[in-house]
C-alpha cells in the first residue's frame, strides 16, 4: 500500500512569508507526528495527534508554528513569518496507534524548507 | 530527560569489512530503542528495535544491534559491508513516561561511506 507521503517535496520561501506543509499519512493510522530535521542532525519531534486533536505540541518551537489535522487523516504544518533559522527538512510520520511503543512510525520523504 | 549520542559522524569501511556503529543512550526509565537508516531523498527506514524481548535484535538487510544496560549502549553492526549500505543510520529512543505521544529522540546520525 501506499506510505506516507509528503508535499510539496521542496519549499523556498522568503523571510516573512506564510508556508504550508502537507502530510498524507497511511491510511488508517491514527497517530501522525512532525519532526524537524537541520542540517546535520537527527530528526526533533515538533507535534503529535491522536486523530483529529494535537494531544502534544511540546516541540513546536513557537507560536508560528501551528499544525491542523482537522478529519483525522491529512495534516498541514503552517509557519508563520518564516525566518531563515526556520530552514529545514520537515518529516512527517505515521502510526497505527500511540500506546504501544511497539508501534513503529513510517515516515514520509519529507519536505525540504529553504527560507530565503 | 531521554537522550542518545551516536560516536562518529562519519564513518568509512571497506566492502565486505564489518560494519560498527555507535550509539548510547540516557533514559530515566527502561527504554525502547530503535535504528533507523536514511537514503538520500528517503524517509527514514526502521532497520531494527528493541523492546525487552532479548538483547541481541536482528533487523533487515543482515544488520543486529545489542542492547548493554550495563554500558547504556545500542551499537549497530553487520558482518561484511556491502555497496549498498551507504546511507546516514539514525539511533532512537522511544518516550515511554506515562502520557507521553511517544514521539522518538533521535541522535544525531552517523554517515556510512563503503569503500570499494
Known amino acids: 500500500g501506499a506510505g506516507v507521503s509528503q508535499t510539496p517535496s521542496n519549499k523556498v520561501t522568503e523571510k516573512g512569508k506564510y508556508v504550508e506543509l502537507r502530510c498524507d499519512p497511511i491510511?488508517?493510522?491514527?497517530?501522525l507526528y512532525w519532526y524537524r530535521q537541520s542540517l546535520g542532525q537527527g530528526p526533533e519531534f515538533l507535534i503529535y495527534f491522536q486523530g483529529t486533536g494535537a494531544a502534544d505540541d511540546s516541540g513546536l518551537p513557537n507560536d508560528r508554528f501551528f499544525a491542523v489535522r482537522p478529519e483525522g487523516s491529512v495534516s498541514t504544518l503552517k509557519i508563520q513569518r518564516t525566518e531563515r533559522g526556520d530552514s529545514a527538512v520537515y518529516l512527517c510520520a505515521s502510526s497505527l496507534i500511540r500506546t504501544s511503543p511497539y508501534n513503529e512510525q513510517f515516515f514520509g520523504p519529507g519536505t525540504r524548507l529553504t527560507v530565503l | 530527560a531521554q537522550s542518545v549520542t551516536q560516536l562518529g559522524s562519519h564513518v568509512s569501511v571497506s566492502e565486505g569489512a564489518l560494519v560498527l556503529l555507535r550509539c548510547n543512550y540516557s533514559s530515566s526509565v527502561p527504554p525502547y530503542l530503535f535504528w533507523y537508516v536514511q537514503y538520500p531523498n528517503q524517509g527514514l527506514q526502521l532497520l531494527l528495535k528493541?523492546?525487552?524481548?532479548?538483547?541481541l535484535v536482528k533487523g533487515i538487510n543482515g544488520f543486529e544491534a545489542e542492547f548493554k544496560k550495563s554500558e547504556t549502549s545500542f551499537h549497530l553492526t553487520k558482518p561484511s559491508a556491502h555497496m549498498s549500505d551507504a546511507a546516514e543510520y539514525f539511533c532512537?529512543?522511544?518516550?515511554?513516561?506515562?502520557?507521553?505521544?511517544?514521539?522518538?529522540?533521535f541522535g544525531s546520525g552517523t554517515q556510512l561511506t563503503v569503500l570499494p
Open positions: 528493541y523492546t525487552s524481548a532479548a538483547t
Open positions: 491510511s488508517g493510522h491514527t497517530a
Open positions: 532512537a529512543v522511544s518516550d515511554l513516561r506515562a502520557g507521553s505521544a511517544r514521539q522518538l529522540t
